[in-house]
Every structure is written in structure tokens, then in C-alpha cells.
């Protein structure tokens, strides 16, 4: 009940605000607006302040004003002080928590939605980040969830295009899991495994005894956020851009696995182009048929061999296709395999502005209300998100690469049985669950 009270008591007046400026004629102050809102689901942290980090990756999803001041709250939204890390601190690693570090920094480094980072000095000498889980976060996440569903279910009785049951529960899954961070050092394992073979992506390593569910010390990687990149030369943008997609994708297509929340904040790049992944905690392991589907999916928009798109969509779990439905299907996904499809090099879109996929995400949803709806899978969730948001990074790189190409190179030799067994190995090792 409290966090049903903060939500609306904090979000209230901003909406208050622009309903005068609306009904009234008043005149609005977006920069100030936009900063309320900011600090506003700053202070809530928790799944609210997800939305908003979401909203801020997508180009033009706001206004300049509100995408600018959101954007904060990927790597430097509002911190706890000092009195509630010395209390979780102690509640974690004992009383004497303070004698296990050479140096730990009173002030966070970075903060984010369900936890903040502090720098630390282990007594090894090293570097250290340290992951502090808010207080209360698993009932702020249930509050949010269960407000999420009451969202969905006023929007559905009055646009019923996409069915939101499977997608509310696979948003919840997830969420859940994120609160675990034991759950995360294995996926930050499990990444260190897949990526081993990639030089130029980084993955921090977990220390297990500075470690607990609701605190998670790694090492520290030095980077810059990818925005201060965006004019630099076009090699360089280049560079990141290919370590990004090789970074995501070599998981997906090697093993299955995916990151599923590729904002701002949770990578960085350093100064040779190389990258740094640095959160863990939204990560999706795919059944290898589904893997299939996606390449599957591919070559049939390629071929314009309809049968087989039919059999990857069913493959992925949509059901009921009628051929207006596959139709309208087939055009959000040529958007999304648009910069595969030719061999040459090319930005991720032609024009640098986001609108056009709002455009053609509009179109196809008037398609599908049009038709009755659609039940999406929930696999299929977090795979279309990781896609539009790593899309969304490339545009703001405004980076030229042969897509094709590099797409090419991962898929070449993909073969279901043994992506499986790759899988299987690799899961195990860090004590996690295979897809049967």
C-alpha cells in the first residue's frame, strides 16, 4: 500500500501539470517538466524507472526534453546515502564488513533501478564495483506488477491487438530473477564462458565472498558511456558498433541465450573500441528451436517462401495464423531483418530517426486490432526488445556496416543439435537451467 501511495502521490503532481497545460492553455515548461518526471521515478526506483530507461534508449519515442533528462537515470539516477549502504553493508557481510576492503567509496558511482554501485579497493589491491540492492525491492517489484496487470487489463478492453497476458508474465519472470543476485554471478559466468573466445568485449568477474543475494561485488571495468562516442570518427563508431552486435548475438546463436536489457547503462566502451558488459541480470535462455525459428524466419522473407515463415512463427509458439496474419506479421519482421537482407554496407536504417519504426509498429498494429488480435509468445518478448534496443544503440552510433556480413558469420554453420549440447555444457557448468 505504501508504494501504491508514493507512486501516486510522486507521479500526480507531474501529471497534474500537464493536464493544466492541456485543459487550460498554461503554459509548460518542458525542461522543468521533464526534470520533475525524472526525479520523480528516480525516487521510486524499482520496474517504474525501467520504463523510463527503456523509453529514453528509443530515438525519438519523447520529446528531446524529457529523452535527454531520462536518459540520466541509466548510469546516474538518484543514490541511497550513506547511512542506508553502512546498514545493507552490515546486513550483508557482517558488522565488521568495513575491514574486508582496503577503500570503499561512501558515495555511489553509478546508480540504476533496483540497485546501486559502489567503488571499492578489495585487500588484494583490487578494483572492485560492489552492487547494493534497494531496500524493499522484491515488494516494490510485486506492487509494480500487479499495477502493470491492472494497466494491461483496462488497455485491452479497449485495444485488443496484442494480447498481454503472456508478455505480463514473462516481463514478471524475469524481474523476479533480477533480484537474485547469486542468479546473476552465474549469468556473468556463464557470459565470461560464451564470450571467452571475443577479445574485445568484457565481462567483470564476481567475487563470492564479498557476495550475497542482495549484494554482488565484481570487478571493476574502467569505460565511457557509448553517448560520448556519437561523433566520433565513423571507424571508431564502427568498431563499437561490431563488438555490440558480436556481444549479443554470439550467445544467442551459439548458445541460446540472450541479454535482454541492452540500455544505455549497462555497457561501456573504452578507448580501443572494445566494450564492456556490465549488468547481468536480464538474461533469457532460448529453447534451440527458437533459435531455428529466428534464422528460419529470415530466409524466408528472403526467398518469399511463406510456408516456411508459417513454420517459424509456429515454431515460436504463434498460433491460429490466418494468411492476413501472417501478412501483417511478415511486415514487422522485414522491418527488423531490413538491414540483413542486402550485402553491402549500410546504416541499421536509412534514415537516423526512430519514427520510422514507430511508423511501421503503428501499421501494424491497426493491422492486427483490424484482425482480433494476436497472442505474442513469451520467448518472443525479450528477443524483440534486445533487437530494438540494440538497433536503437547503432542508430545513435550512426554506424555503417555491412550487417549482412556479420550476421552471415554467426549463422553459417548453425546447426539445432549442437547449439543444444553447447547449451546444455555451458548452463551446467554455472549450476543453471537448460531448456528442455
Known amino acids: ?21 492541456r485543459l487550460f492553455g498554461v503554459e509548460l515548461d518542458r525542461d522543468r517538466h521533464a526534470a520533475e518526471l525524472t526525479r520523480a521515478l528516480g525516487g521510486l526506483k524499482g520496474p517504474l524507472m525501467k520504463v523510463a530507461q527503456l523509453l529514453a534508449t528509443i530515438p525519438d519515442a519523447l520529446p528531446a526534453e524529457y529523452a535527454a533528462e531520462l536518459a540520466q537515470l541509466q548510469s546516474d539516477a538518484p543514490s541511497m546515502g550513506w547511512p542506508f549502504v553502512r ?10 564488513w568495513r575491514v574486508r576492503f582496503e577503500e570503499f567509496d561512501r558515495d555511489a558511482a553509478h546508480a540504476a533501478s533496483l540497485g546501486q554501485v559502489h567503488r571499492a579497493i578489495g585487500l588484494d589491491g583490487r578494483e572492485l564495483a560492489c552492487k547494493l540492492q ?21 488497455y485491452e478492453r479497449y485495444d485488443k491487438a496484442i494480447s498481454t497476458r503472456q508478455i505480463h508474465a514473462e516481463i514478471s519472470e524475469r524481474l523476479r530473477e533480477e533480484l537474485d543476485y547469486g542468479r546473476e554471478a552465474r549469468h556473468m559466468q556463464l557470459y565470461a564462458e560464451m564470450l571467452s573466445k571475443e ?20 570487478t571493476w571495468l574502467d569505460g565511457h558511456p557509448l553517448t560520448r562516442f556519437g561523433e566520433s570518427d565513423l571507424e571508431f563508431r564502427n568498431i563499437v558498433a561490431h563488438n555490440m552486435f558480436r556481444a549479443w548475438y554470439v550467445p544467442f546463436y551459439y548458445y ?16 580501443d573500441g572494445s566494450i564492456n558488459l556490465l549488468d547481468f541480470g536480464c538474461i533469457r535462455v532460448f529453447h534451440p528451436s527458437f533459435v531455428r525459428g529466428v534464422i528460419d524466419l529470415y530466409h524466408a522473407l528472403q526467398a518469399g517462401d511463406r510456408d516456411l515463415a508459417v513454420h517459424a512463427y509456429e515454431t515460436w509458439g504463434f498460433a491460429d495464423l490466418s494468411n492476413e496474419l501472417i501478412d501483417t506479421l511478415n511486415i514487422w519482421a522485414e522491418f527488423v531483418y531490413s538491414p540483413l ?20 509498429a503503428s501499421r501494424v498494429h491497426a493491422e492486427l486490432r483490424r484482425l482480433g488480435g494476436v497472442t505474442p509468445p ?24 555491412n550487417w549482412h556480413d556479420l550476421f552471415h558469420g554467426l549463422i553459417a554453420d ?7 549440447k553447447r547449451q546444455r555444457a555451458a548452463l551446467r557448468k554455472m549450476g543453471l537451467q537448460a531448456m528442455q
Open 1 to 21: 500500500m505504501r508504494r501504491y501511495a508514493r507512486v501516486g502521490g510522486a507521479m500526480g503532481g507531474v501529471a497534474a501539470r500537464l493536464a493544466g497545460s
Open 87 to 96: 546498514r545493507r553493508m552490515a546486513t550483508e557481510l557482517g558488522d565488521d
Open 134 to 154: 534497494y531496500p524493499d525491492m522484491a515488494s516494490a517489484v510485486e506492487a509494480d506488477l500487479r499495477q502493470l496487470k491492472l494497466v494491461f487489463s483496462i
Open 199 to 218: 577479445d574485445s568485449v568484457h565481462i567483470p568477474e564476481p567475487i563470492a565472498d564479498l557476495s550475497t543475494d542482495r549484494l554482488l561485488t565484481m
Open 256 to 271: 541460446g541465450v540472450i541479454h535482454g536489457d541492452p540500455h544505455l547503462g549497462n555497457y561501456s566502451a573504452r578507448p
Open 341 to 360: 537482407m542486402e550485402d553491402r554496407v549500410q546504416p541499421i536504417q536509412e534514415t537516423d530517426s526512430g519514427l520510422y519504426g514507430a511508423r511501421v
Open 378 to 401: 513469451r520467448e518472443f518478448v525479450l528477443m524483440d526488445r534486445a533487437a530494438i534496443g540494440l538497433g536503437s544503440v547503432f542508430l545513435r552510433l550512426k554506424a555503417e556496416i
Open 414 to 420: 548453425f546447426n539445432e543439435e549442437s547449439l543444444a
